[in-house]
């Protein structure tokens, strides 16, 4: 592993009086965040979890797996349903009698 990518997946950080920390530059590169980008923390395991916020709907969508919904309209709408159904939300009773 060379230096630079050691840099970029691991770093000792000081947290300030304010409670600030500051990210190394290594890291803000690798995971090409811009000024004004937003950063989605969560704790797992004992460990912050820091992720890039996707800019857009289009960002966020493309990054789901293709296919696990359904591959169609009709499989995703079904798969909704069911889940809809599962939970005994509104709705789930007027679009399973329109798939019928």
Known sequence: M???TERAQRAELTISSKRQITLPAAMIRRLEVEPGDKLVAR???G????QRRPR???????????GVYGRTR????????????DRHLPGAEARESTNK
């Open 43 to 45: 704790l797992e395991n």
């Open 56 to 66: 857009s709907l289009v960002e966020y969508l493309d990054s789901f797996p293709r």
């Open 47 to 50: 460990a912050i979890l820091l």
């Open 2 to 4: 060379s230096r630079s």
């Open 74 to 85: 009709e499989e995703i709408d079904a798969y909704i349903a069911e889940g809809r159904a």
